[in-house]
């Protein structure tokens, strides 16, 4: 399937549709989960329109997980959950609903289960309390 330039995300990275913005560079965005499975759940994603994990270029690669790491970095910080869950889905048959490459920094607490995936749609005000919070802690 080609990649489709009306996918949630594309619109996302051309500022069509406004996003919980945590953390930008050239080759990267990562913005809040409207549907976080728990508090803090960052979505980071390369800018080149690719659909998933094998389109993407090993340069690219690189530029992807350097910024997963820096975001994670400052979801631990912001957050202080006792582990971070990373994933990456690819393809309707792994569950994957937005058909733009993306990672999930997904923040895990010790006394409670994240929320099911992409089921629970957040209060705007609570997401913009902890887009400010994660901002705060990129370094
Ligand atoms: P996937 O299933 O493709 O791995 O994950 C897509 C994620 O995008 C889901 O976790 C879902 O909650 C999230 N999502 C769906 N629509 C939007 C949206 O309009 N904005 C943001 N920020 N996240 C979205």
Same mark, same amino acid.
């Given at each position: 399937?080609?990649? /489709?330039? /009306?996918?949630?995300?594309?619109?996302?990275?051309?500022?069509?549709?406004? #996003?919980?913005?945590?953390? &930008? !560079?050239? =080759?990267?965005?990562?913005?809040? /989960? *409207?549907?976080?499975?728990?508090?803090?759940?960052?979505?980071?994603?390369?800018? =080149?329109? *690719?659909?998933?994990?094998?389109?993407?270029?090993?340069?690219?690669?690189?530029?992807?997980?350097?910024? *997963? @790491?820096?975001?994670?970095?400052? *979801?631990? /910080? #912001?957050?202080?959950?006792?582990?971070?869950?990373?994933?990456?889905? !690819?393809?309707?048959?792994?569950? =994957?609903?937005?058909?733009?490459?993306?990672?999930?920094?997904?923040?895990?607490?010790?006394?409670?289960?994240?929320?099911?995936?992409? =089921?629970?749609?957040?209060?705007?005000?609570?997401?913009? &309390?902890?887009?400010?919070?994660? @901002?705060?802690?990129?370094?």
């Amino acid at each position: 399937m080609p990649y /489709d330039n /009306d996918n949630i995300f594309a619109k996302i990275l051309r500022g069509e549709l406004p #996003a919980f913005t945590v953390y &930008e !560079n050239d =080759q990267c965005l990562a913005f809040l /989960d *409207v549907m976080p499975q728990s508090d803090g759940h960052t979505l980071v994603l390369p800018k =080149q329109p *690719v659909q998933n994990l094998f389109d993407l270029d090993d340069e690219a690669a690189k530029y992807l997980i350097t910024a *997963v @790491r820096k975001v994670a970095g400052a *979801v631990q /910080d #912001a957050f202080s959950p006792d582990g971070i869950r990373l994933m990456q889905l !690819n393809g309707e048959a792994a569950g =994957q609903t937005v058909m733009h490459l993306h990672m999930h920094i997904i923040p895990c607490y010790a006394h409670s289960t994240p929320l099911s995936h992409a =089921q629970h749609m957040a209060e705007t005000e609570i997401l913009e &309390e902890h887009a400010a919070k994660i @901002r705060a802690a990129i370094h």
